[in-house]
Every structure is written in structure tokens, then in C-alpha cells.
């Protein structure tokens, strides 16, 4: 462990948490610990049957991957309510609502160019 810390700071201990609670070791593999020089296997690798063989990348995109139903629902879920949240805004804004004059629900109050009656009176 002291090679990872030694080598990436805080993120080495993010990766001994990583193997000890998958039970992985390096990346893709043990060997990346040889290959970038990182000095011995820290005790995170070794369980009670010797060294973890799988990486811990592979590992995790599984985690990941077995939890992709839950991901979909809950983003599902979240863009559900922003688009309800977004027709209720606009349909509060658009029936005049947000104007704190506005006495009426319904009613629209004409503006004085278009108060003319529509039809001719001497029609009747």
C-alpha cells in the first residue's frame, strides 16, 4: 500500500478500499503493479486463498453493470419529474399567474385596441 500512496497520494488509499472490498488487485490485473513500477503487492491484494487474480476494473464495470436496471429507473425518474416541472412552470407562467395583480384564474382582460365589438350592430 505504501507503493500506491507513494505514487498517487490520497487516490492510492481509494484504490486499496477498492481491493480490499472486491477483492481485486490493480487495474486489469496484479502484473500492473510490476509494470508501473509500483513496488510490491500491498496487503489489499492477498485474501485468505494468496494473491486476487482479477483486476479491479473489470470488477467494478460488472458492479456497475448488474446495477444498470436501477440506474436506468432512477434517471428515468428524475427526467420525469424535470419535464413535469418544466409544463407546470410554463403553465403557470402562461395563464398569467406569476403576476401578483392578476385577480382572475381565467380571465384574460382585453387591451384597448381590440375592446371593439366583433360583430356589426346593424345586423340585428
Known sequence: SSGINAEYGEHGSFL???????KCCGCTAPSDYSELG???LPPTCYG??????????????KEIDSKSGYIILLS?????FLFLAVLLTNFYIVRGHHHPD???????????????????EDTF
Open 38 to 40: 509500483l513496488g510490491p
Open 48 to 61: 485468505k486463498e494468496g494473491v486476487y487474480t482479477l483486476g479491479c476494473l473489470p470488477v467494478i464495470w
Open 76 to 80: 428515468s425518474g428524475i427526467a420525469a
Open 102 to 120: 392578476n385577480k382572475s384564474l381565467n380571465r384574460v382582460t382585453p387591451s384597448p385596441i381590440s375592446a371593439k365589438p366583433l360583430v356589426r
Open 16 to 22: 486499496s478500499l477498492l481491493q480490499e472490498r472486491y
